[in-house]
């Protein structure tokens, strides 16, 4: 996702099958699953133009021709500034939100008419296929109430059996409503608002016993509190502002983890 946020969700059949997510450092980050179906998960950035900046280029290196899937986890700028120019240039099949969202962004709907896109407001238990892989909507709850972060899209992301947690911009009440709907076990698990320091997160990492925990955040800002959580939880950290782009590399037959600085 982006500077801030821009998601991408992808699925390739391959023998054996292989999927990956990539996490960026692009000022925040961006995540990935590649393949042949193509997704993405909020298009933000505290930069200027982040959608023809960093977005577009990526995505023509990419050689991506169309989204299948945008997932848009909240309306902060620092998660949607670049989504209405990736919605001219590249409308997706689909957009799935939360009725928050669409509260407060009714100018989707229109757009969604006027390029000719599914507009879906989705809430937990609601999963989306993509092309093997699937996409469940683990967070926020029907009817739940709270700040504009507390009622962020989280996704759980299953492929070959494996699971990773993108935890959106959840804060306490947010991680605490998770919680009470008893998420699985995941192998990794990209970090509530950018790694701060939150009572929730150790609870958190409890339940899902994560090998990897990704933070999205520039050098310095993940906060020392949550790298401890990180260490007692027994979950590697890597951070994108100190490490670059981390790609998750997820088979049947395990989880593998690079890095990548340029």
Same mark, same amino acid.
């Given at each position: 996702s982006y500077a801030h946020d821009f998601f991408e969700i992808r699925v390739r059949?391959?023998?054996?099958?292989?999927?990956?997510?990539?996490?960026?450092?692009?000022?925040?980050?961006?995540?990935?699953?590649? #393949?042949?179906?193509y997704g993405d998960n909020d298009a933000g950035s505290d930069r200027e133009a982040i959608d023809r900046r960093v977005i577009e280029p990526y995505l023509a290196r990419r050689g991506v021709s169309g989204i299948d899937t945008l997932f848009l986890s909240h309306g902060d700028a620092d998660?949607? #500034?670049?989504?209405e120019g990736l919605l001219d240039s590249r409308p997706p099949r689909r957009l799935v939100t939360t009725s928050r969202v669409l509260d407060r962004m009714p100018w989707l709907l229109a757009k969604g008419r006027e390029r000719g896109f599914e507009v879906v407001a989705a809430s937990r238990g609601r999963s989306f296929d993509l092309g093997g892989a699937r996409a469940v909507v683990v967070a926020p709850g029907p009817g739940d109430e709270g700040s504009d972060?507390?009622?962020?899209?989280?996704?759980?992301?299953?492929?070959?059996? !494996?699971?990773?947690?993108?935890?959106?911009?959840?804060?306490?009440?947010?991680?605490?409503?998770?919680?009470?709907?008893?998420?699985?076990?995941?192998?990794?698990?990209v970090l509530p608002h950018h790694g701060e320091g939150l009572a929730g997160l150790g609870p958190l990492l409890s339940r899902t016993r994560p090998r990897w925990a990704?933070?999205?955040?520039?050098?310095?800002?993940?906060?020392?509190?949550?790298?401890?959580?990180? !260490? !007692?939880a027994g979950a590697a950290l890597l951070e994108t502002g100190e490490d670059g782009a981390v790609r998750v590399w997820l088979s049947a037959s395990g989880v593998r983890v690079e890095t990548h600085r340029r």
């Open positions: 059949i391959k023998f054996p099958i292989i999927g990956w997510i990539t996490v960026f450092s692009l000022g925040i980050h961006e995540v990935e699953l590649s #393949s042949e179906h998660h949607c #500034s670049g989504l972060n507390d009622l962020s899209m989280a996704l759980l992301l299953e492929w070959e059996g !494996r699971r990773i947690l993108l935890s959106g911009d959840l804060e306490e009440a947010g991680i605490a409503r998770l919680l009470e709907s008893d998420p699985p076990r995941a192998d990794g698990v990704i933070a999205s955040a520039p050098a310095g800002g993940v906060d020392p509190s949550a790298r401890d959580v990180c !260490r !007692r």
